[in-house]
């Protein structure tokens, strides 16, 4: 199989990719193991209150279902249920599933999005214990209630957000609570760290879910210097979000029955368990990090960023990395809200044309546009993941300039493999 | 009753196809189209297989297909993963149980 452009992952950074180098002539072939276009969108529903009235609703399923039309319309190939496994040099592509075999493409785009990190809790394999992703898939997208009382386990902005999901489609929402702390969970279930990293979320988000919490992290509690004392349950939305209470078991006979809650100290000890509160499903958030391996397999050079989530394929403005050829957008590159996935999958569009039709000028001109966009979607963002990632993306910048200066130094990089004209 | 009904826009499941379909010997209903998982978490199924060797239960965890949690057997096929692979009219699905514990109940 040869195609001008293969893209990994149909999410919105993906097919809006998709949308633009179709639109532009060029053959482009989406391929995404989901049995369904739309990658994280599909279960993103939730309101931003600064939108005007009417544009409020965020239904993600809705988005992915119009950009799918949009890349079917200008002749998008998308090929669903269709892993990549492997990519070789020469942009070679190896697939397993719905179409397997190998794929050869002139160009090739790597969107393949975020994972959630696990956080083991004792108890988590009975059924009923499902990730915070899975819950907002199950009940956003598929219409099905992960449970009728339900517990969220780890505090970040997509638990509350979900948590607050949960609650709209009329589950029962226990509480928020902090993951059972120990070497395992680290810093998510230090109470400080929370309640720090939450507060500068919310001083600088003006997103649906902040605005709930900026009203409540806002003024003396802004300073992580976090006065504790006393400060230990709030609300959300009527949902308890305990500050000071980790969740140390989940326990039934051949599902989840219960979980058992325990104090955590300041310092992030376990302090006296409480009685056993009934829920018939767990719902446990470790947070997001970016899916880079295949980056890492088509030897692109993995650069550790904690302010975007983790390793990131180092890239420059035009989205393109040290490999001729293959470029990377969406979450692959950061943690961040869809419609900045969005608008980077178009940046990387414009530089994939730039790239292969040796669009000189017109490409300046794409690209000049897209990268304003991407700039005005960060600026919008409902939903910031990592208050620092514009110091992350200063550091990958930084990083890149360094690496065309002085090929030889700093990053590992194969020789002559930067060739993007632009 | 887990299933949400009603004003869910494009894919609202009352414009879905009801079908039939087999777990474990059991018939339930579920929706032509929604992952095998969705259709049995709605009938308030959860548990899918059992652990090969302690026997303990094991449901859904990612939801997306990451962590072959959620393992079944269908139509003869064995681990197939019940969260990404859609539900068809008198699909037989098991959890592959009876075969590991050496149980045959026919
Ligand atoms: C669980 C979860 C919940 C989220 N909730 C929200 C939210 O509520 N609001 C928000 O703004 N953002 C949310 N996000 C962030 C989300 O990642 C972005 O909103 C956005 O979807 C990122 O777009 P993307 O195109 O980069 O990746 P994704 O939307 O993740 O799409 C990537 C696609 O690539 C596919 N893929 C990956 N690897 C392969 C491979 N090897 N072969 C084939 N296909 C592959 C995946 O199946 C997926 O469909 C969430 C992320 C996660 C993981
Ligand atoms: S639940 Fe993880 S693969 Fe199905």
Redesign the pocket.
């Known amino acids: 199989m040869k195609t001008d452009v293969a893209i990994?992952?149909?999410?919105?950074?993906?097919?809006s990719a998709a949308v633009f180098l179709a639109q532009k002539g060029l053959g482009v072939t989406v391929?995404?193991?989901?049995f369904i276009?739309?990658?994280?969108?599909l279960?993103?529903l939730?309101e931003n209150p600064q939108k005007p009235p009417g544009e409020r609703l965020?239904i993600?399923r809705d988005i992915a279902g119009k950009l799918k039309e949009e890349a079917c319309g200008s002749g998008v190939k998308i090929l669903t249920g269709?892993?990549?496994?492997n990519i070789a040099p020469g942009r070679r592509l190896y697939l397993s599933g719905a179409v397997s075999g190998e794929m050869e493409a002139g160009a090739l785009l790597l969107?393949?999005?975020?994972?959630?990190r696990a956080v083991p809790v004792p108890g988590w394999t009975l059924p009923g214990v499902m990730?915070?992703?899975?819950a907002?898939?199950f009940t956003n997208l598929h219409r099905v209630r992960p449970g009728k009382r339900v517990a969220v386990v780890g505090i970040d902005p997509?638990a509350i957000?979900?948590a607050g999901?949960l609650k709209k489609a009329g589950v029962e929402v226990v509480g928020i609570y902090l993951p059972p702390p120990g070497v395992l969970t680290g810093r998510l279930g230090m109470p400080p760290e929370v309640i720090g990293s939450l507060s500068r979320s919310a001083d600088m988000s003006p997103g649906a879910l902040l605005k709930a919490a900026a009203g409540i992290f806002g003024g003396r509690y802004r300073d992580l210097g976090a006065r504790l004392c006393g400060l230990s349950t709030m609300k959300i939305w009527g949902i308890p979000l305990h500050l000071r209470r980790a969740v140390v078991r989940i326990e039934g006979e051949d599902s989840v029955e219960r979980i058992v809650t325990a104090g955590v100290s300041h310092c992030g000890r376990q302090q006296e368990e409480c009685s056993a509160i009934d829920v018939d499903a767990v719902c446990i958030s470790g947070g997001?990090y970016p899916?880079a391996?295949?980056a890492s397999l088509a030897g692109c050079p993995l650069v550790d960023v904690p302010q975007l989530g983790g390793r990131v394929p180092l890239h420059g403005p035009a989205m393109e990395t040290p490999r001729a050829g293959v470029f990377v957008?969406?979450?692959?590159t950061g943690?961040?809200?869809?419609?900045?996935?969005?608008a980077?999958?178009t940046l990387a569009g414009a530089g994939i044309w730039s790239y292969l039709a040796k669009a000189g000028k017109a490409g300046e001109k794409e690209l000049e546009l897209a990268a304003s966009r991407l700039e005005r979607a960060r600026e919008e963002?409902?939903?910031k993941?990592f208050q620092e990632a514009p110091e992350g993306r200063k550091k990958i910048s930084l990083l890149w300039a360094g690496r065309k200066q002085n090929p030889e130094g700093g990053v590992p990089d194969g020789p002559q493999s930067y060739s993007v004209p632009l | 009753m887990l299933r949400i009904e009603g004003e869910c826009g494009q894919e609202d499941s009352r414009c879905r196809e009801e079908v039939e379909f087999v777990f474990d010997g059991r018939k339930f209903k579920g929706l032509a189209g929604e992952p095998i998982a969705a259709a049995l978490l709605a009938n308030g199924v959860r548990t899918l297989r059992r652990h090969e060797k302690s026997g303990r239960s094991r449901g859904i965890y990612c939801g997306?297909?990451h962590c072959y949690e959620c393992r079944v057997t269908v139509d003869g096929v064995p681990g197939v993963r019940a969260c990404i692979t859609p539900l068809r009219k008198d699909m037989v699905i098991s959890s592959g149980w009876e075969r590991v514990a050496g149980i045959h109940e026919n």
């Open positions: 990994v992952g149909a999410g919105p950074a993906g097919l391929l995404d193991e989901y276009p739309g990658g994280r969108l279960g993103q939730f965020w993600g269709t892993s990549v496994w969107a393949t999005g975020a994972a959630e990730s915070v992703g899975a907002q898939v997509l957000s979900v999901e997001l899916l391996e295949l957008a969406g979450n692959i943690i961040e809200g869809a419609p900045v996935a969005m980077q999958g963002a409902p939903i993941f | 997306i297909g």
